[in-house]
């Protein structure tokens, strides 16, 4: 059995499959080369604390937007709310997370008996085949479920299926995952890693150098003896006794071994990179000339083409106009809207009456306010008249 049993949710619900016959064609993507399989790539930036940190900020914050579809409220409903099992969030980051570390990221449509979206169920890359149909005309997926009960899905339909691609170099039919251009990277920090490790384990295992000062009074033998009391004298009570025949000189870590540790702002600003994310935002050196602003700008940036990439998926297998507002990331306090309505109004583009009501749409200026300063204007309004 599976750990969640989706077959009481399947219960009245019909999963149409296309009726194809044509022999789909498989369509494979690229080894990453990056692991042993390509299909747990997902998993392996959990081990990596640079990439776990750069991974969880911006999926963190793209699930702090808002999904908004005009004129199409059940549609919106289930944009924010798409699995029966989990929170809105927690599916869209599994998603956004899949979709950033793989370059694509899955999600079944479940439909109910009249064809309307029940509820969206995320996929591993590990449980998608995609397949093209020989004559181009389409993508079929071949599906395998967590859970035995529902069983595997063959020749699904692309209209069935949500395929977040982040970048793609066969017309967008498949994504690639950004770390693949880490590949270097990677086996570098792995190596440097290795060398590290070697360096302190090495450090650690001797902890001081006795030197005779008088040569010829201890035979091999007694030499031996003689370290092994040393090290169980460090070991014991931290301390080493010697007499005036002999010199201790402690191990300290070199400098070429503390500078092997500095190698995870170097990889750190090689993953961002990749991401086109600040690296100053994740431990990383970043650009000692960039401003905060300028650094603000620039994660939003990436921010919108991230976002970009997703509305473009959803507005293509949803048929309708499909926006995430991410204001509430890049603007929190509101302060860059309201600049933007002051120097408009400033500028005579819009009067202060419609600045007012904009502000006030969008949550800058409370609706108390809001009346008051109408009914001010009515006042005015008869004053003048007067």
């Keep these: 059995m599976g750990l969640l049993n989706l077959s009481n949710l399947a219960k009245g619900m019909t999963t ?8 789909p064609k498989q369509f494979l993507n690229p080894d990453l080369d990056l692991f042993d399989d390509a299909a747990v790539a997902s998993n392996n930036f959990l081990k990596n604390s640079s990439l776990f940190a750069i991974l969880s900020y911006i999926t963190n914050d793209l699930c702090s937007g808002k999904f908004i579809v005009p004129n199409r409220p059940q549609t919106q409903n289930l944009l924010q709310n798409p699995s029966k099992l989990t929170s809105g969030s927690a599916f869209w980051q599994s998603m956004f997370m899949n979709l950033l ?7 079944y449509r479940q439909r109910s008996s009249n064809q309307q979206d029940y509820q969206w169920i995320p996929l591993r890359q590990s449980q998608v085949s995609t ?7 389409g993508l079929v997926y071949n599906i395998t479920f967590d859970e035995p009960e529902l069983g595997p899905l063959r020749n699904v339909s692309m209209n069935d299926v949500i395929h977040l691609k982040l970048v793609s170099n066969n017309g967008g039919l498949t994504g690639i995952s950004p770390l693949f251009a880490l590949g270097e990277e990677m086996t570098i920090q792995q190596k440097s890693n290795a060398l590290t490790q070697r360096a302190l384990d090495q450090g650690n295992s ?8 008088k040569d010829g009074l201890l035979n091999e033998k007694e030499k031996t003896l003689r370290a092994r009391k040393l090290s169980k ?27 092997l540790l500095k190698q995870t702002d170097w990889t750190t600003d090689q993953y961002c990179k990749v991401y086109g994310v600040p690296p100053s935002l994740f431990g990383g050196k970043g650009d000692q000339q960039s401003s905060v602003d300028m ?3 620039i994660y939003s940036r990436a921010l919108n083409r991230f976002k970009n990439q997703i509305i473009s998926e959803l507005e ?5 106009k499909v926006d995430l507002d991410l204001r509430s990331v890049t603007d929190p306090d509101g302060s860059k809207y309201a600049k933007t309505i ?23 200026v409370p609706d108390e306010f809001m009346n008051s300063a109408l009914k001010g204007g009515d006042n005015n309004g008869n004053n003048d008249s007067n």
């Design 16 to 23: 149409p499959q296309p009726n194809i016959q044509e022999d």
């Design 101 to 107: 570390a793989n370059g694509e990221s899955f999600a």
């Design 131 to 137: 397949f093209v149909l020989s004559d181009a005309s």
């Design 206 to 213: 001797v902890h001081g150098v006795v030197k005779e000062n």
């Design 233 to 259: 004298d460090m070991r014991d009570t931290g301390l080493v006794v010697v007499d005036s025949l002999e010199d201790f000189t402690p191990i300290e870590m070199k400098s070429d071994v503390a500078n």
């Design 295 to 297: 650094e603000a700008d």
């Design 316 to 320: 293509f297998k949803l048929q309708t």
């Design 342 to 364: 002051a120097d408009l109004t400033q500028k005579k583009a819009i009067d202060s009456a419609t600045a007012m009501k904009m502000l006030n749409s969008n949550g800058f």
